[in-house]
Nanobody
């Protein structure tokens, strides 16, 4: 079974940084993509960033471009989301997600696998 383990959330002041980690297990091939979604209170789940294990392509939502960076350590089956210059509006529960075969996923409706959420709180 595919499992995704997310970690790294916490409380940070505006302008600060956090790094989220998602470790995947159970994939038998490298044809998958890992994405981060977030859900703020009272709002829908939105795609933040995505990276394909298949070809390394990446995606960033406009709201995080230039501030967030996604990367992967394929030997550890781990994906990192480095979040810099955090803003109060980045406050949300962040979810690790995966699709297989790999494609850049931005819509929660097509996600195949979800990890548990990790809370990111940015204070002003």
């Amino acid at each position: 079974d595919v499992q995704l383990q997310a970690s790294g959330g916490g409380l940070v002041q505006a302008g600060g940084s956090l790094r989220l980690t998602c470790t995947a297990s159970g994939f038998t091939r490298h044809d998958y993509a890992i994405a981060w979604f977030r859900q703020a209170p009272g709002k829908g789940r939105e795609g933040v960033s995505c990276i394909s294990r298949y070809d390394g392509s990446t995606y960033y939502a406009d709201s995080v471009k230039g501030r967030f960076s996604i990367s992967s350590d394929n030997a550890k089956n781990t994906v990192y989301l480095q979040m810099n210059s955090l803003k109060p509006e980045d406050t949300a529960v962040y979810y690790c997600a995966a699709v297989s075969p790999a494609f850049i996923v931005t819509m929660p409706e097509v996600v195949d696998y979800w990890g548990q959420g990790t809370l990111v709180t940015v204070s002003s």
